[in-house]
């Protein structure tokens, strides 16, 4: 069975610091992974697909099939960087698999 | 070019009242979702169309009946609402199905008292 699985629920930063955004996976195949971003009071909207592998805002992730993961990662966090970050996989069929989502709050 | 759009945007229903939450899109979508987020549940498919006059069930479709007669529209029917799909909707769209990113609406939130 397919899974994702985003480990925090809350990842409180300060501005400038790097920030990690944690994302496991399960999937028997070849899995298509995304980061999908809702700032407050905004839609759902797409972030990074891996394989695009290319960096949006300042954000990158790497797929690392080994240890199943893909983290998002940024050097360099900005307050406007705020937000809920999902985690999603999409199966060999047409639905995104959903994680739990991280909510992100970068403080000054 | 609106995208995907959702009405209502807000609405409170009592138990057992029927509603129909309508996704419109205007991007010449195959694909078309209905997902339901709840806090710390993050967002679960409910049901998918993957074009016009399909529809197929998702992980929580209890509840809840789809229809897509057109391409671009996406219809949500709660027949018999209960307190249980108090929640925000949100639909979208993508063209193909697999690495395609899917393209969401601002979400209908729904109460159910």
Known sequence: AQRVTQPEKLLSVFKGAPVELKCNYSYSGSPELFWYVQYSRQRLQLLLRHISRESIKGFTADLNKGETSFHLKKPFAQEEDSAMYYCALSNSGYALNFGKGTSLLVTP | ?113
Request: positive net charge; proline residues 4%.
């Open chain 2, 1 to 113: 070019n609106a995208g995907v759009t959702q009405t209502p945007k807000f609405r409170v229903l009592k138990t057992g009242q029927s509603m129909t939450l309508l996704c419109a899109q205007d991007m010449n979508h195959e694909y078309m979702y209905w997902y339901r987020q709840d806090p710390g549940m993050g967002l679960r498919l409910i049901h998918y169309s993957v074009g016009e006059g399909t529809t197929a069930k998702g992980e929580v479709p209890d509840g809840y009946n789809v229809s897509r007669l057109k391409k671009q529209n996406f219809l949500l029917g709660l027949e018999s609402a209960a307190p249980s799909q108090t929640s925000v909707y949100f639909c979208a769209s993508s063209y193909q199905a697999g690495a395609q990113p899917q393209h969401f609406g601002d979400g209908t939130r729904l109460s159910i008292l």
